[in-house]
């Protein structure tokens, strides 16, 4: 349609131009030519604006709409000194960059590296032409970081090797934060100042940990405010989550619900951000989605209860991921209006196999997801660099891009125009002395290809902007990201085309966003209320003639009111008493909740713990305890290894415990204490085991199949789906995780007394049991195969355990042992015995024999091994700490007297 105006237009303004030279009349000459040039506006200038982002090796094809290469292209030129074989040896002051990114995902990402650098050095093709020093130049190589940690570290290390264990002057990279955070670190070790295109962890802005490393982007804590910033621009105060299990995607997902949940009165007005749904996706080794944990997932969405349930999803995962969960979701036919919310991992991206993914879609509907991406500004420094881009492709022989490929992309440019402007003002002798080149990096500020380039402090990009897509289909073909606005990171920023948007199931152009709610069905008039209200007409009929009653019997009151005085003078002495006597019980109670707490304060702690300043305690595969939970552990899993194993000997949180354990007894109630599992999901296991108040906290639970409450289950392979994917960080007591490893909890649970449920989400407490008048302690069922326990209070289970594992072949490094009789014959087995070499007047009773067996000290007597008392444990148990500090697995343990 808009060639062929162009074409009605050029032929209008012809004629036009005919008549104005036949004409003979001034004043008829003059409307003419305003048509005249009115046409030539719409025949002309539009060839002209296509044309104008073509570079000058390159035209604009009207038949292939867009740009291609002259068949005589010039040859490119090459500045005096210009390296000609980027892999030759480094020489001068030349300048070595390093690019790491997964070439799988960014299929673009290479060749766009090269050019970029090569464009760099080429000194006339007027593109940053005065950014090089004189006789400087670039080198550089690409490797593939892909998205994990273990292969970008490898990767950087293979660079060194191929260039003589010499590295890099600057790093640009990685795509994904796991991969960043561990090329920062070996990449750190070398002094070598990285800059990410595309990273956004948030603990990558710990200048402690990773002082050389910076980004053309910004954090995730900036992104999960300018998500929350958007949703608050669509009044939404409801949603709900899905993020796969990755390091980023848990990252996020903890940033945004900290902003979200809660009470606010900002610029939007009063709300209160609410979760209705929180499920965490498991990605398989192969780093393919877990289809099972996708529809497990998407089942447990409340879709039956208008009242908990919510419309907009907010789902956080990578876009080889993404796709497949959407997919999934539009064959289960799952809540066809869901507005999909995508984060910049995902959106403005596209499914790898379009055809397939679009064929689970009704042909007249649109997908309606939207998305929220770093802002790209198409400025004229965009446009320079695409023509000189789209100049050096033809000369090469390559088909030039119609425009550069998102905002990753022009990311990853300005990454590398900041890198090189840092090195080439840092003399060339400190250019592998990370705070010499940071400290000029952090000064930047320039129009790059994506917009305004400046750091903070901490090395993120500054004052980030964010673009907002909707993902439909276009004039009723495919479908395609169209802008619909912008945001910045604080609520009140967002600008919206409501009139550009289309929601699925819903249409497009509502002038305002559908509800986040479902509407909950008003209540019909049912055959019961006339009754109820002819009920209600006899009971006033027989109240007026009960009142008529009264009245004649008035009189005869009167006589008796002067006794009632009487009477109600002797009740209020008896009220006055009861009065007292209540005062009397309320302090009788705050004292017995008070020696209660006592009580528990002295109690003693649990038999395997030892003296330690330390709240996790490591058990080594030399303990039996360590088999014990491991032993519990493979019940359900069998492919289980343990590689790190904590005791919790959190003081405070177990005294809290078992006050609730002796209130139960109190009551009459038998604590019915389980072992059973629980895992955190996103949330970071220290926030329980280092509380020290409450440990387990109902302010942290999410809504499942029984309500908000905190779930623990009989099943480890259970529990296994809501395990914490650990991460490096610079605070936590655990040491940095290895791959493909998940936590979760073995605890100790009062149960109490248990009502068994079917499922209900609308649960807040227990119900009542109608045999005592009082609530039950826990609510249980079974799902996924699990039987599963619900409490609806803080305090009810203690951490006993953390447990950090991996599923598949056994690792030597991690899991030195393949059994529990393997440990044992290692030497180091915490089961020896120890001779005395004379009987101790401190121990009663004496013997020529030790050993300490589940956690317990015991002697040889003639009936067998019996465990000595408590006092006694603490003794030998306190001189055996004493001893170990220096003992060696030969070392043999000798009593004489007091002393070992």
Same mark, same amino acid.
């Given at each position: 349609?808009?060639?062929?105006?162009?074409?009605?237009?050029?032929?209008?303004?012809?004629?036009?131009?005919?008549?104005?030279?036949?004409?003979?009349?001034?004043?008829?000459?003059?409307?003419?030519?305003?048509?005249?040039?009115?046409?030539?506006?719409?025949?002309?200038?539009?060839?002209?604006?296509?044309?104008?982002?073509?570079?000058?090796?390159?035209?604009?094809?009207?038949?292939?709409?867009?740009?291609?290469?002259?068949?005589?292209?010039?040859?490119?030129?090459?500045?005096?000194?210009?390296?000609?074989?980027?892999?030759?040896?480094?020489?001068?002051?030349?300048?070595?960059?390093?690019?790491?990114?997964?070439?799988?995902?960014?299929?673009?990402?290479?060749?766009?590296?090269?050019?970029?650098?090569?464009?760099?050095?080429?000194?006339?093709?007027?593109?940053?032409?005065?950014?090089?020093?004189?006789?400087?130049?670039?080198?550089?190589?690409?490797?593939?970081?892909?998205?994990?940690?273990?292969?970008?570290?490898?990767?950087?290390?293979?660079?060194?090797?191929?260039?003589?264990?010499?590295?890099?002057?600057?790093?640009?990279?990685?795509?994904?934060?796991?991969?960043?955070?561990?090329?920062?670190?070996?990449?750190?070790?070398?002094?070598?100042?990285?800059?990410?295109?595309?990273?956004?962890?948030?603990?990558?802005?710990?200048?402690?940990?990773?002082?050389?490393?910076?980004?053309?982007?910004?954090?995730?804590?900036?992104?999960?405010?300018?998500?929350?910033?958007?949703?608050?621009?669509?009044?939404?105060?409801?949603?709900?989550?899905?993020?796969?299990?990755?390091?980023?995607?848990?990252?996020?997902?903890?940033?945004?619900?900290?902003?979200?949940?809660?009470?606010?009165?900002?610029?939007?007005?009063?709300?209160?951000?609410?979760?209705?749904?929180?499920?965490?996706?498991?990605?398989?080794?192969?780093?393919?989605?877990?289809?099972?944990?996708?529809?497990?997932?998407?089942?447990?969405?409340?879709?039956?209860?208008?009242?908990?349930?919510?419309?907009?999803?907010?789902?956080?995962?990578?876009?080889?991921?993404?796709?497949?969960?959407?997919?999934?979701?539009?064959?289960?036919?799952?809540?066809?209006?869901?507005?999909?919310?995508?984060?910049?991992?995902?959106?403005?991206?596209?499914?790898?196999?379009?055809?397939?993914?679009?064929?689970?879609?009704?042909?007249?509907?649109?997908?309606?997801?939207?998305?929220?991406?770093?802002?790209?500004?198409?400025?004229?420094?965009?446009?320079?660099?695409?023509?000189?881009?789209?100049?050096?492709?033809?000369?090469?022989?390559?088909?030039?891009?119609?425009?550069?490929?998102?905002?990753?992309?022009?990311?990853?440019?300005?990454?590398?125009?900041?890198?090189?402007?840092?090195?080439?003002?840092?003399?060339?002798?400190?250019?592998?002395?990370?705070?010499?080149?940071?400290?000029?990096?952090?000064?930047?500020?320039?129009?790059?290809?994506?917009?305004?380039?400046?750091?903070?402090?901490?090395?993120?990009?500054?004052?980030? +902007?964010? *673009? #907002?897509?909707?993902? !439909?289909?276009?004039?009723? &073909?495919? =479908? @395609?990201?169209?802008?619909?606005?912008?945001?910045?990171?604080?609520?009140?920023?967002?600008?919206?085309?409501?009139?550009?948007?289309?929601?699925?199931?819903?249409?497009?152009?509502?002038?305002?966003?559908?509800?986040?709610?479902?509407?909950?069905?008003?209540?019909?008039?049912?055959?019961?209320?006339?009754?109820?209200?002819?009920?209600?007409?006899?009971?006033?009929?027989?109240?007026?003639?009960?009142?008529?009653?009264?009245?004649?019997?008035?009189?005869?009151?009167?006589?008796?009111?002067?006794?009632?005085?009487?009477?109600?003078?002797?009740?209020?002495?008896?009220?006055?008493?009861?009065?007292?006597?209540?005062?009397?019980?309320?302090?009788?109670?705050?004292? +017995?909740? *008070? #020696?209660?707490?006592? !009580?528990?304060?002295?109690? &003693?702690? =649990? @038999?395997?713990?030892?003296?330690?300043?330390?709240?996790?305690?490591?058990?080594?595969?030399?303990?039996?305890?360590?088999?014990?939970?491991?032993?519990?552990?493979?019940?359900?899993?069998?492919?289980?290894?343990?590689?790190?194993?904590?005791?919790?000997?959190?003081?405070?949180?177990?005294?809290?415990?078992?006050?609730?354990?002796?209130?139960?007894?109190?009551?009459?109630?038998?604590?019915?204490?389980?072992?059973?599992?629980?895992?955190?999901?996103?949330?970071?296991?220290?926030?329980?085991?280092?509380?020290?108040?409450?440990?387990?906290?109902?302010?942290?639970?999410?809504?499942?199949?029984?309500?908000?409450?905190?779930?623990?289950?009989?099943?480890?392979?259970?529990?296994?789906?809501?395990?914490?994917?650990?991460?490096?960080?610079?605070?936590?007591?655990?040491?940095?995780?290895?791959?493909?490893?998940?936590?979760?909890?073995?605890?100790?649970?009062?149960?109490?007394?248990?009502?068994?449920?079917?499922?209900?989400?609308?649960?807040?407490?227990?119900?009542?049991?109608?045999?005592?008048?009082?609530?039950?302690?826990?609510?249980?069922?079974?799902?996924?195969?699990?039987?599963?326990?619900?409490?609806?209070?803080?305090?009810?289970?203690?951490?006993?355990?953390?447990?950090?594992?991996?599923?598949?072949?056994?690792?030597?490094?991690?899991?030195?042992?393949?059994?529990?009789?393997?440990?044992?014959?290692?030497?180091?087995?915490?089961?020896?015995?120890?001779?005395?070499?004379?009987?101790?007047?401190?121990?009663?009773?004496?013997?020529?024999?030790?050993?300490?067996?589940?956690?317990?000290?015991?002697?040889?007597?003639?009936?067998?091994?019996?465990?000595?008392?408590?006092?006694?444990?603490?003794?030998?148990?306190?001189?055996?700490?004493?001893?170990?500090?220096?003992?060696?697995?030969?070392?043999?343990?000798?009593?004489?007297?007091?002393?070992?």
């Amino acid at each position: 349609l808009e060639k062929t105006t162009q074409r009605v237009f050029i032929w209008a303004s012809f004629n036009l131009m005919w008549t104005f030279k036949m004409s003979s009349k001034a004043k008829d000459k003059l409307p003419l030519l305003f048509a005249l040039v009115y046409c030539l506006s719409f025949s002309v200038l539009p060839s002209i604006a296509t044309s104008a982002v073509c570079g000058p090796s390159t035209f604009y094809d009207d038949t292939n709409d867009g740009c291609i290469c002259n068949t005589d292209p010039p040859q490119r030129r090459r500045s005096n000194g210009e390296p000609g074989n980027r892999e030759r040896k480094l020489v001068n002051d030349n300048i070595r960059l390093l690019g790491l990114f997964d070439t799988e995902s960014w299929d673009w990402g290479e060749e766009l590296f090269n050019y970029t650098l090569s464009m760099i050095n080429d000194r006339n093709d007027g593109w940053q032409d005065d950014i090089m020093g004189n006789g400087t130049f670039l080198e550089w190589d690409v490797k593939n970081s892909a998205c994990d940690g273990t292969t970008a570290s490898r990767a950087y290390w293979a660079d060194r090797t191929d260039n003589d264990d010499i590295p890099p002057h600057g790093l640009v990279g990685c795509r994904c934060s796991a991969a960043s955070i561990s090329s920062a670190n070996v990449a750190g070790l070398d002094g070598v100042t990285q800059v990410s295109p595309a990273s956004t962890a948030k603990e990558l802005s710990d200048k402690s940990q990773y002082p050389f490393f910076a980004r053309t982007v910004a954090s995730n804590l900036f992104l999960s405010k300018a998500i929350v910033a958007t949703f608050r621009g669509f009044n939404w105060d409801r949603v709900s989550i899905l993020q796969t299990d990755t390091k980023f995607s848990t990252g996020l997902s903890t940033d945004f619900q900290q902003l979200w949940t809660g009470e606010h009165d900002d610029e939007s007005g009063i709300w209160e951000g609410d979760i209705a749904y929180s499920h965490s996706i498991v990605i398989n080794q192969d780093e393919t989605v877990n289809e099972e944990s996708v529809r497990r997932a998407l089942n447990g969405v409340p879709t039956d209860d208008p009242i908990n349930n919510s419309r907009v999803i907010l789902l956080i995962a990578h876009d080889q991921h993404a796709f497949s969960v959407l997919k999934t979701a539009a064959e289960m036919k799952f809540q066809p209006d869901t507005i999909w919310i995508g984060v910049d991992a995902w959106s403005n991206r596209y499914p790898s196999n379009m055809e397939d993914f679009m064929s689970v879609f009704p042909s007249d509907d649109h997908p309606g997801y939207l998305g929220i991406t770093p802002y790209l500004k198409k400025n004229d420094d965009n446009l320079n660099f695409l023509s000189t881009l789209q100049e050096a492709q033809c000369r090469d022989g390559n088909m030039p891009w119609p425009e550069v490929p998102g905002h990753a992309a022009a990311q990853m440019v300005d990454s590398i125009l900041a890198l090189v402007r840092a090195l080439v003002a840092t003399p060339s002798k400190e250019r592998r002395n990370g705070t010499a080149v940071m400290s000029h990096l952090l000064d930047l500020d320039f129009d790059g290809v994506g917009g305004r380039v400046r750091f903070t402090p901490s090395g993120d990009r500054e004052d980030p +902007q964010y *673009s #907002l897509f909707n993902f !439909r289909r276009v004039n009723g &073909g495919g =479908p @395609s990201w169209v802008d619909i606005g912008k945001t910045g990171s604080e609520i009140g920023s967002t600008e919206i085309d409501m009139n550009e948007i289309c929601f699925a199931d819903v249409g497009c152009g509502l002038g305002s966003a559908p509800s986040d709610s479902y509407p909950v069905p008003e209540p019909q008039l049912v055959l019961w209320i006339p009754i109820v209200i002819g009920i209600i007409t006899v009971l006033l009929v027989g109240a007026t003639f009960s009142y008529l009653r009264v009245a004649r019997k008035k009189k005869q009151l009167k006589s008796q009111m002067t006794e009632m005085q009487k009477k109600i003078e002797a009740i209020k002495n008896i009220d006055n008493d009861l009065d007292n006597i209540n005062q009397v019980v309320d302090n009788a109670k705050k004292r +017995q909740a *008070s #020696l209660i707490m006592k !009580r528990a304060a002295l109690q &003693g702690t =649990p @038999s395997t713990w030892i003296e330690s300043p330390e709240t996790l305690v490591p058990v080594t595969p030399e303990d039996e305890e360590y088999w014990s939970v491991f032993e519990k552990m493979r019940v359900t899993i069998p492919n289980v290894h343990i590689s790190k194993l904590w005791r919790v000997q959190n003081k405070s949180l177990w005294s809290y415990y078992s006050f609730h354990k002796d209130r139960l007894e109190m009551n009459n109630i038998q604590p019915n204490e389980r072992r059973v599992w629980h895992g955190t999901s996103s949330l970071d296991p220290s926030i329980v085991y280092a509380d020290k108040m409450d440990g387990f906290m109902m302010q942290f639970a999410a809504k499942g199949f029984w309500g908000r409450g905190i779930y623990f289950a009989d099943k480890a392979s259970y529990s296994k789906n809501y395990s914490h994917t650990p991460v490096k960080s610079q605070t936590s007591d655990r040491p940095a995780p290895k791959k493909a490893e998940l936590e979760m909890f073995l605890t100790r649970l009062l149960v109490g007394k248990e009502v068994e449920l079917n499922q209900n989400m609308a649960l807040t407490v227990p119900p009542i049991d109608s045999k005592t008048g009082m609530k039950y302690n826990s609510v249980t069922g079974n799902t996924a195969g699990s039987q599963v326990w619900i409490v609806y209070e803080n305090g009810r289970a203690y951490p006993e355990y953390l447990v950090r594992y991996y599923v598949g072949s056994r690792d030597e490094s991690r899991s030195p042992y393949e059994s529990k009789k393997e440990a044992s014959k290692s030497g180091r087995w915490r089961s020896c015995s120890f001779e005395l070499d004379m009987p101790t007047s401190n121990l009663q009773p004496n013997s020529s024999q030790l050993t300490v067996r589940q956690g317990f000290w015991e002697y040889l007597s003639d009936s067998g091994w019996v465990a000595y008392d408590a006092a006694n444990q603490a003794l030998i148990e306190r001189t055996f700490q004493d001893f170990s500090v220096t003992a060696t697995s030969s070392s043999i343990v000798v009593i004489k007297g007091p002393e070992w």
